[in-house]
């Protein structure tokens, strides 16, 4: 059992050796692509490493008012200038702040030029779930150039949650940001000086439109190693 373990091996290494030997020498050292000299846009949203503290106590929930304006506008978050799909004019999104129990009001104004809708990334929408942000399936689509309004409760979740566009593929290319509700009783609360609240995502140098393009393509195979 062992002779033949080692006997397979030597077979693959040999085929692996084979393979690697056979391929074009061009296809070893992948072509980079090379970034426009721009420096980076100073309407990046530099607050995602900017710390917070807990809201105030109040006596009783209140309502916690926001607006956000989409818009597209052509920033350099990495160095490479490309379109955005702003809220406020950032990229990543204004954070959304609240307490629990609180009511939370978003005015959204979409200047998009294109059709939206926000979701509000798990919460439970109980009693509320036409501000849920599922296009077609909760609420109609915002039509550009017009302004919805979400109001819902956070009842008595806390926690790190987000936001984000629920049309197509709008979020990849910036509608997306950080909403947090904070539990005023927060066991932990004195623990911990300062919050910091960071958002990842992938970035691509081109819209998400032409990338999912590609992707549907017919004989499309960049799923898989070549």
Known sequence: MRITSIFYVIVLLSLYSTIINAAPATSAVPTLEKRQETEQDPDFNTNIFTSFKPLEVTASPITREYTL???????????FSRQVWTSNGQYPGPMIRAN???????????NLGDFTTIHWHGIFQRGTTFYDGVAGQTQCLIATGTTFTYN??????????????HFRSQYVDGLRGAL???????????????????????????????????RMAKGYDGFNVN
């Open 69 to 79: 304006t989409l818009a597209k506008a052509e920033l350099a978050p990495d160095g």
């Open 152 to 165: 819902f409760t956070a009842g008595e979740q806390y926690g790190t949650y987000w936001w984000h566009s």
């Open 180 to 214: 947090i509700i904070h539990d005023p009783k927060d066991p932990y609360l004195n623990d911990y000086d300062e919050e910091f609240v960071m958002t990842l995502s992938d970035w691509h140098h081109e819209e998400s439109e032409s990338l999912v393009n590609k």
């Open 100 to 110: 629990k129990g609180d009511q939370i009001v978003i005015h959204v104004q979409n």
